[in-house]
């Protein structure tokens, strides 16, 4: 991934600043490791694999900044996202990737610990994805990536594309897919969208005057950096 991104200028002029990476780095690497090892990534044994290529580029992003973020979130979670999702306020995310600590949130049972959060540039398909990586506290802690197609569209309607494109993939690779309802998509993915508008609001609270997060151009830090977002709010609203 480093020399993908030192290559970056050269083999992929159009991509945005606020890309990172395109998921197809990320895919190259686990691909290539899984043609050496016999497995067709493409194919049913593969199928597991596509969740490691939006694990990787999360996780190369996050590397560069290493920002966790906290909230005094309970007032922030709890308001609904109504009308066409405001997509374009997610373009602000003050680093490429970050983590939201989400202490006692629960999606679909499960607690969540928190989650990584990136923005996608789709270079095959021309499209701008939010991409969210689930970091579940289950008995075996795992990592659960997700797509929302970003648009001038509701949240449910983003999320649905996002069930339809993970059955169409499944279908092609012979793969059972139990289909969320939307009401459970939504459900779940609210509050973490809301935190995130928050998050990327003019009005966020992040880090104090002359100490914010920045993107750096060099060398990732040495140990990751916690952010408190909206303590204040939080202490006015109790």
Not at 69 to 78: G, K, S
Not at 89 to 100: D, G, H, K, S, T
Not at 119 to 142: A, H, K
Request: aromatic share 12%; with cysteine.
């Amino acid at each position: 991934m480093n020399q993908f991104r030192a290559d970056r200028s050269k083999d992929l002029p159009f991509l945005p600043e606020w890309c990172f990476l395109p998921l197809a780095s990320a895919y190259a690497i686990v691909s290539a490791e899984a043609e050496a090892q016999g497995i067709d990534i493409l194919g049913y044994a593969g199928y597991p694999l596509l969740n490691d290529v939006g694990i990787i580029c999360a996780l190369a992003a996050w590397r560069a900044t290493q920002g966790v973020y906290r909230f005094d979130y309970q007032a922030v979670i709890n308001t609904p996202i109504t009308g066409d999702l405001p997509h374009d306020i997610l373009f602000n995310l003050p680093e490429w990737c970050v983590y939201i600590e989400t202490p006692g949130l629960n999606i679909d049972g499960y607690e969540l610990t928190g989650f990584f959060a990136s923005l996608e540039y789709d270079v095959n398909e021309n499209r701008n994805e939010l991409r969210l990586v689930l970091d579940y506290n289950t008995p075996l802690s795992s990592l659960y990536s997700v797509a929302i197609y970003l648009g001038p569209w509701p949240l449910a309607d983003a999320l649905a594309k996002t069930v339809s494109e993970a059955a169409r993939q499944a279908d092609i690779l012979g793969v059972e897919y139990k289909a969320p309802t939307a009401e459970q998509m939504k459900k779940g993915f609210n509050p973490l969208v809301s935190l995130l508008l928050y998050l990327c609001s003019v009005n966020g609270e992040i880090g104090s005057e002359g100490k914010r997060p920045t993107r750096p151009h060099l060398f990732p830090p040495m140990q990751p950096k916690t952010w408190d977002v909206g303590v204040r709010m939080g202490a006015a609203m109790a």
